[in-house]
């Protein structure tokens, strides 16, 4: 079982920054994605973005040089760093996770998701 946690969502002013996380935890082996997504009222769920195992990385048009996606310092930990925000961002963030288990069965798994609110 593997279970994921994002934490760092809150309310933000325009063109403020926000740092999202993401833990993984469970039977891991490795993880050979981490992605977070949004999805804000009355739109469909987007790519926000991805990073590998070996660090490279992916972004969602709206969101390209804006954030940044990174790997933390704990193993199967990630953040996602963001910046310039508008009120275009509100939305609830999710991170996905894809690897594999100890055992070597792949996985994917979504957290509960975290809001970032981008008002006055």
């Known amino acids: 079982q593997v279970q994921l946690v994002e934490s760092g969502g809150g309310l933000v002013q325009p063109g403020g920054s926000l740092r999202l996380s993401c833990a993984a935890s469970?039977?891991?082996?490795?993880?050979?994605?981490m992605a977070w997504y949004r999805q804000a009222p009355g739109k469909e769920r987007e790519l926000v973005a991805i990073?590998?195992?070996?660090?490279?990385?992916n972004y969602g048009d709206s969101v390209k040089g804006r954030f940044a996606i990174s790997k933390g310092n704990a193993e199967n930990t990630g953040y996602l760093q963001m910046s310039s925000l508008t009120p275009d961002d509100t939305a609830i963030y999710y991170c996905?996770?894809?690897?594999?288990?100890?055992?070597?069965?792949?996985?994917?798994?979504w957290g509960q998701g975290t809001l970032v609110t981008v008002s006055l």
């Open positions: 990073i590998s195992a070996t660090g490279g990385t």
């Open positions: 996905n996770a894809k690897g594999y288990y100890k055992g070597l069965k792949n996985f994917e798994v």
């Open positions: 469970g039977s891991i082996f490795s993880i050979s994605t």
